[in-house]
């Protein structure tokens, strides 16, 4: 059990990434018609630490949310620790417990014209029908967590990137909308990308040129290389991650423009693939009706409306009809004999 215990310890540590509210606003404002009259949940969010929380709060009126739930994991290393929203020093809950925040209404109470953190503040001291301790853990599979969920109609995030199957797994099982942050290569896992493949998951708009800067609890900061965790800011820089979404926005429709024409030369026919390999994705040719072999980060222009997603080489994701019979390996798409990168198979759409 103390084994358990510490390795459960470690993984929380590991998963503890605040996001930047900068990073969240770029984010949200192109969704903002889909809030309105909506209970949104923050299901991975300390109050006092989640500038998510804080996103919501301090828009709850202009997004005409109906509801702001947000609920934290009493496993954090640094809850209630750092009080992001300027509470002040002191608060009359105790550290590191579980507990809700449960948001209805924000009024400018102390009438300054604005609704501003001080409000926030001061229905979260004042109304004890807006904080509440949790029974449990707090974490997101907990009873009580999941009931909350099943009350929320939209779910935003930063979860656990070490539990991001299950957390996923959950979100598609009660059917809500979501906008969260995960690890990018999640689109290769097993559980993750028949959701891309079927269009009921979908990247957002993602990070400033692929960049993600994550604050992190200071007795990590060791754990970084020079050059990932800069003294500075206080920052961690991640390229390995992204926005992850069932909700809809205009970037999914954009069409990508196809400039070049096929050539067998340039476009050479995998060993064990019935498709044709495409190093980049601005070289998918215009003029190819059949399977080509792209690159992951086609996911990034992926238009559904332009182009229908068969499968993809790692796992060997439903694309047994594709295979060329009699070749000894499919785990990855061959030329001549060499073992390439892992490809997602596509074909363009008939307009």
Not at 261 to 270: F, G, K, Q, R, S
């Amino acid at each position: 059990m103390a084994n358990k215990n510490l390795n459960q310890a470690k993984d929380a540590k590991k998963d503890e990434f605040y996001t930047q509210l900068a990073d969240i606003e770029k984010e949200l404002r192109h969704y903002t018609e889909h809030f309105r009259d909506k209970t949104v949940f923050c299901n991975c969010d300390d109050p006092y630490e989640s500038n998510f929380f804080k996103y919501f709060a301090l828009n709850f009126n202009r997004l005409g949310l109906k509801r702001l739930i947000a609920t934290c994991y009493d496993g954090s290393p640094v809850l209630g620790n750092e009080l992001l929203l300027d509470f002040g020093e002191t608060t009359d809950l105790p550290k590191k417990i579980a507990y809700k925040v449960d948001i209805t209404e924000v009024t400018d109470v102390n009438g300054d014209g604005a609704i501003n953190l001080a409000d926030i503040q001061y229905l979260m001291q004042n109304d004890k029908n807006v904080i509440s301790i949790l029974k449990g853990n707090g974490d997101f599979r907990s009873d009580e967590c999941v009931e909350l969920l099943k009350q929320a109609d939209i779910v935003v995030t930063n979860p656990p990137f070490s539990l991001f199957r299950e957390y996923i797994a959950q979100l598609i099982k009660y059917e809500k909308l979501f906008l969260i942050i995960g690890p990018y290569n999640a689109l290769t896992y097993k559980e993750i990308f028949p959701l891309i493949r079927d269009n009921k998951m979908w990247l957002g708009y993602g990070f400033q040129a692929g960049n993600a800067y994550f604050r992190i609890p200071n007795n990590s900061t060791k754990e970084y290389v020079e050059g990932v965790f800069d003294e500075s800011t206080g920052l961690v820089k991640f390229r390995n991650c992204t926005w992850y979404t069932n909700i809809d926005h205009v970037k999914r429709h954009e069409e990508l423009i196809l400039y070049k024409n096929y050539t067998l030369e340039e476009y050479p026919h995998y060993d064990n693939y019935y498709a044709i390999e495409v190093k980049k994705v601005s070289d998918i040719p215009y003029d190819y009706e059949g399977v080509m072999g792209v690159p992951i980060t086609f996911i990034d222009k992926f238009n559904p409306d332009q182009f229908q997603i068969l499968g993809i080489t790692e796992n060997n994701i439903n694309l047994q009809q594709y295979w060329i019979p009699n070749c000894k390996k499919y785990d990855r798409p061959y030329l001549n004999g060499e073992r390439k990168y892992s490809r997602i198979l596509i074909r363009k759409k008939q307009k």
